[in-house]
Structures are given as structure tokens and as C-alpha cells.
């Protein structure tokens, strides 16, 4: 298994390579990260593993599965997600082999320990750094939505994932499974931000939305990274969750792009992409979300949706992050930014929303959103199926329900954002949209 990790690290690598020099220093974090994580998990006791499932509260049996680098007694440390050792385990390893079709029924592995949650703070755990899961709260002012099934669509474990691009593509990935990376880079930086806030947070995976109640007691939803899949279930939960009065930040892009749906157990992730999905409900369909027959346009969760916008660091134009146009906005105090100077997020994907342009430059096109407030705050050139922009904004779609605020952007939270040139202003923002939003604050500018 160490060779397949290594190999898939390599592929990954190459083809960023391969695909010429520009697209690799557009994508060198991303490249470096890769082989960061690879090295990093070499000499460890755990050659990889999983758990039964995604999250858990204190006080469930988690159930462990491993495959040992070598066979004896070991220790397994916990770690967090700021690389403390919190845990350990001492149980015995074997190594083990994946089963006859890992990646999509799971790779089938004997359990190798049970372990009791203990009260940890509710955040991102991993197991010798190569086994994630989640630790829930029962309540919490702040919810953190973790994007896990993205993170499984684009695993290619077991050789197969719902990209041609890296494996052999599919329609059903198994959550039983190693994850590489076990960390998605496009939520490390944020992830670790968020860690050591002093936010009260109670973090959740995309499976726990299917539970309509799991955002009662909340005040606010952050939704970070690359939050690319979302089961129908998923989005009426957060859609009832705001329409009565729930404010939610979007430190995400190219959200809500696919429709997914879960097996029976949910154990795995469901999407149909270059075949016809068989179900026979046209609203399940896994296709993608903006499709007339799924009746339930993106931008009417989320004011945006990627086909107004498209690749950021693709675009000859790209500013290299977002051109400010209301710099008085309460989002970006503290950073000094002025009009019409640039906030350095260098984004792969971002969404956008309707636009027009008039003498004074981009506004909104505030009558087709529809919404009962909306402002731009930055935009940045993108590319897709034609020239587009991402969008920076912040709405209210009714005078009773909550404030929105989206940055767009899939690299807000990663190497590129939090942890990159701006990261200090990225975090200044992300501080003013969290505390103002949990006091009820005025955050639009006029």
C-alpha cells in the first residue's frame, strides 16, 4: 500500500508537471503538498486505515481499521489538526489487503480496535496522521461543515474515483477506505485557523446533514473549502436552516456543483457522470445541480453558481485574487483595503452571479438574484464555458431569513488563501464575517 500511496502522490505530481509550466507554478503548492503528505507518513507504524464512519459524538465506539506497516505490537497515536498528539492506543498490527473492489464497496479490512470517543474538543482527529474523522458536539453556536464527500469523490484508493482524470472513473465511492491526502488541501489552512479561534464550534460531514435537526441550536454555518457534492437532503436542511433566520458563511467555491445521493448504509457516495443514473425519481438524478430536471437552481441556496464564474488561476486576466469594490463594507475592517486594489486569494475554481455592467464598472444584477438584499464586495476574472467572474457577495434572500455571506472562492481556505500572501487579511475578514454575524451586526455597507 506504501507503493500505491507513493505512486498516486507521483501520477498527481506528473500530470501537474506534464500539463505544462504555467499550470504547474499556478498549482505548485497544491504539487508540493501532495509529496509533503506522502513523506510525512513514511516510518509510521500505520501504513493506512479507516473508521466505521465519518463523525462521531463523544462517547460512541469508534471502530478502528489498519493496516500495519509491519506485524507486532504498536503503539497508534491521535493526533489533532494541528499535529499535537492528544491519544494513543496500544493494540496489535498486521498488515492487511484490500478486498476484490475497494474503492467502491470498501477495502474491507479486519477491525484492528474499538475506541471509546473521549471528550475532545469537537474539530478534525487523525489517527498516526493518515486516519481522519470527526468529532461532533451536540450544540454549538458556530457549525463547521467539513467537505467530505468531495474529499472522497476525488480519493482514488483502491485505484477508481469519480474522476477519469487520476483513476479509473466510477459512480460509487466507499467512505471505507484510506484517504490521500488524509487532510484536503483546500481546507488545511482554514481547518488549522479554525482550530485555534476561540469559536465555539461544532464541526459536521456531509452525511450528518441528512439529519434535518443537526444545525438546531446554531446560530451560524461555515462551510469551508471545496464543498463540491451535496445529496438533496443536504440542501433543504441548510435552506430551512437560513430561511429561519441561521446566518451562514461560505468560505468555500465551486459549491454545490453535483447532485449525490448515499448507499443504503451510507457507507458510500453515489454520483452518475458519464452514465444514466437509474433511479427513477428525475429530482434524485445525480446530475449537475442546475439542470432544469432537478428543479432547484444553485444560486437560489447559495446566490452563486459556477458557470458565471469558472477558473481563476486559468484566466489570462486573473487579478490573482478579488478587485475590492466596497472596501467601506464592515467584511474587511481592520485590513486597510481600498477600492479598487487587490485581495490576494489566487483561486483554481470560483463561482459567480448575475452581473451587468454599467459606466461605474460590474454592479449586481439585483432583480434577476431575486434576493431581498445583495452586495458585492470583490470579483475576480474566471473562466469556464465562456469568460465569467467570481464574486465576492453578501446577501439576505428575505427580510426574516439569515445573512449570507459568500466569498467564492475554493482556495479561501487553503494554501493559497489562509495561507498565503493575504493570509493575515484573509483571516481579518473571516474574523469580521464570524463575529459579526454571531452579534447580529449590519455587515452590508450601506
Given amino acids: 500500500m506504501k507503493r500505491l500511496l507513493l505512486i498516486s502522490a507521483l501520477v498527481i505530481v506528473a500530470l501537474l508537471f506534464g500539463r505544462g509550466l504555467q499550470f504547474y507554478l499556478q498549482n505548485a503548492r497544491y504539487a508540493h503538498y501532495i509529496v509533503e503528505a506522502y513523506m510525512e507518513g513514511l516510518g509510521s507504524v500505520v501504513a493506512d486505515g479507516y473508521t466505521d464512519k465519518q463523525s462521531y459524538y463523544v462517547g460512541e465506539q469508534q471502530v478502528v481499521y489498519i493496516n500495519g506497516a509491519d506485524e507486532g505490537d504498536a503503539t497508534v497515536r491521535l493526533y489533532d489538526v494541528a499535529g499535537n498528539v492528544v491519544d494513543s492506543v496500544g493494540t496489535y498490527l498486521v498488515p492487511q489487503e484490500p478486498g476484490a473492489n475497494p474503492s467502491e464497496e470498501g477495502f474491507d479490512y479486519k477491525s484492528t480496535f474499538n475506541y471509546p470517543v473521549p471528550a475532545l474538543r469537537s474539530g478534525l482527529y487523525l489517527w498516526e ?3 481522519p474523522f470527526i468529532i461532533k458536539d451536540k450544540s454549538a453556536p458556530v457549525v463547521v461543515l467539513y467537505p467530505s464527500n468531495t474529499i472522497n469523490a476525488y480519493n482514488i484508493t483502491g485505484g ?15 467512505f471505507h477506505r484510506p484517504t490521500f491526502p488524509a487532510v484536503s488541501f483546500q481546507v488545511k489552512a482554514g481547518m488549522e485557523w479554525l482550530a485555534a479561534s476561540p469559536y465555539q464550534a461544532k464541526y459536521i460531514v456531509d452525511y450528518d446533514l441528512e439529519d434535518s435537526t443537526v444545525l438546531d441550536g446554531a446560530s451560524v454555518l461555515v462551510i469551508i473549502g471545496h464543498s463540491e457534492y451535496w445529496s438533496r437532503q443536504a440542501r433543504k436542511t441548510i435552506d430551512g436552516f437560513i430561511a429561519k433566520g441561521g446566518d451562514c458563511a461560505i468560505l468555500s467555491g465551486n459549491t454545490m456543483w453535483w447532485q449525490v445521493r448515499y ?8 454520483c452518475y457522470k458519464t452514465l444514466p443514473d437509474p433511479i427513477p425519481n428525475p429530482l434524485l438524478k445525480t446530475v449537475n445541480w442546475y439542470q432544469d430536471i432537478l428543479q432547484y437552481p444553485i444560486y437560489e441556496s447559495i446566490g452563486v453558481d459556477l458557470r458565471f464564474g469558472g477558473y481563476g488561476r486559468k484566466s489570462s486576466k486573473s487579478f490573482g485574487g478579488y478587485k475590492i469594490v466596497e472596501a467601506n463594507s464592515p467584511v474587511f475592517k481592520g485590513t486597510e483595503l481600498q477600492n479598487g486594489e487587490i485581495l490576494q486569494v489566487p483561486s483554481k475554481e470560483l463561482d459567480g452571479t448575475f452581473l451587468v455592467e454599467g459606466p461605474d464598472g460590474l454592479s449586481l444584477n439585483k432583480a434577476e438574484l431575486g434576493f431581498h438584499r445583495a452586495e458585492l464586495l470583490g470579483y475576480e476574472h474566471a473562466v469556464l464555458y465562456d469568460r465569467g467572474y467570481g464574486t465576492f457577495l453578501i446577501f439576505q434572500k ?3 431569513s439569515g445573512v449570507v455571506v459568500n466569498v467564492a472562492s475554493m482556495d479561501w481556505c487553503s494554501g493559497y488563501g489562509m495561507g498565503g500572501e493575504d493570509a493575515e487579511k484573509i483571516k481579518t475578514i473571516t474574523k469580521n464575517i464570524l463575529d459579526g454575524l454571531l452579534a447580529e451586526r449590519n455587515l452590508f455597507s450601506k
Avoid at 160 to 167: A, D, N, R, T
Avoid at 263 to 270: A, N, Q
Fill in 398 to 400: 428575505t427580510p426574516t
Fill in 129 to 131: 496522521n493518515k486516519i
Fill in 263 to 270: 448507499t443504503e448504509d451510507g457507507s458510500g457516495l453515489i
Fill in 160 to 174: 477508481k474515483s469519480l474522476y477519469s482524470i487520476f483513476s479509473e472513473q466510477t459512480h460509487q465511492v466507499s
